[in-house]
């Protein structure tokens, strides 16, 4: 059952971020804000289960990984302002 509940909130959060992605090619700012957003929440998820089960592999490096792209996003949204 969790399996199901991880690849169903994967495909969402994933669509979510394509869809954001697309909104911002298409010069909307707002794309730029979901798609932080989101990405936000699921450094939160990931440090979450980091936490929880003391393993790396794979929650530390999502966690690790989307700091950095949030870094990017926030540089980007300063620029806008």
């Known amino acids: 059952m969790q399996s199901k509940a991880s690849l169903i909130s994967g495909s969402i959060s994933g669509l979510l971020l394509i869809f954001g992605g697309v909104l911002q090619l298409q010069g909307q700012a707002w794309g730029l ?3 932080t957003i989101v990405t936000t929440v699921l450094i939160i998820v990931f440090a979450i289960r980091l936490a929880k089960t003391r393993k790396f592999m794979p929650a530390g490096l999502m966690s690790i990984l989307g700091l950095v792209v949030l870094g990017v996003m926030v540089n980007q949204l ?4």
Request: no cysteine; hydrophobic share 70%.
């Open 33 to 35: 804000i979901l798609t």
């Open 78 to 81: 300063v620029g806008l302002v």
